[in-house]
Each structure stands twice: as structure tokens, then as C-alpha cells.
Nanobody, 129 residues
């Protein structure tokens, strides 16, 4: 089992950047493929990005591709989300999630919310226009 805590969310102006962190405790992070999701007010939670256990494979939603970058440091049990060129529509609570899966260490990742086993409490990102 793993516990996840997100941090780094705050108010930022459009065009700015933020770096979110997701710190894991309990089982080592390298056991899990990781993902970031977000939920805007009045909307369902949506996929943002995911990364394989090795960090060698990543996936992004079309809405953030080219602006956001996911990375991980398994030695530090932390996953990062670098967000650049932020837009007001990026305003949401951002959640990190861990998938306990026996797939390829190098390539397996998941975009579907239901595949994730553990979730953090979320961190608020607000982008002002």
C-alpha cells in the first residue's frame, strides 16, 4: 500500500508555470505506474498524464500535450508535473494516482481512472486571466 500527498498548487497568472509534486510513502514508488488527473468545478475528473514505472513511457491528454511534462524520481519516491503556458481552463484540483499493476516496468501506463488503486487528496491550481 502507498500513501500519496500532492503539493505545489497555487494561484498563478495565465502564461505562467507551476511544478506539482506527489510524494509517496509506504511501499516504494517504483512498484507503481503513476498518473495525474484533474477536476474542475462542476466537471468530472479527467486524465491529464501518466508515466510508466521506469519513467521511460509517458502519455498526455490532448489539452496539455506540449505544455505539461510528467517525470518521476523513484529514489526520492516523488512524481512531478511541470506545467507551462498555463491557461485559465487549467484551473482545477489536481490529483496524483498510483496503479498497482504487474505490466511492463518500462512501458505500462494507464489513462483510465478506474485502473488506479491509490489517490492523493489533491492540490488546487488556479490560473487567472
Amino acid at each position: 500500500q502507498v500513501q500519496l500527498v500532492e503539493s505545489g498548487g497555487r494561484l498563478v497568472q495565465a502564461g505562467g508555470s507551476l511544478r506539482l509534486s506527489c510524494a509517496a510513502s509506504g511501499r516504494t514508488l517504483s512498484w507503481y505506474a503513476m498518473g495525474w488527473f484533474r477536476q474542475a468545478p462542476g466537471k468530472e475528473r479527467e486524465f491529464v498524464t501518466a508515466i510508466s514505472r521506469s519513467g521511460g513511457s509517458t502519455a498526455y491528454s490532448d489539452s496539455v500535450k506540449g505544455r505539461f511534462t510528467i517525470s518521476r524520481d523513484n529514489a526520492k519516491n516523488t512524481v512531478f508535473l511541470q506545467m507551462n503556458s498555463l491557461k485559465p481552463e487549467d484551473t482545477a484540483v489536481y490529483f496524483c494516482a498510483a496503479e498497482d499493476h504487474s505490466g511492463s516496468y518500462f512501458t505500462h501506463l494507464a489513462q483510465e481512472e478506474y485502473k488506479y488503486d491509490y489517490w492523493g487528496q489533491g492540490t488546487q491550481v488556479t490560473v487567472s486571466s
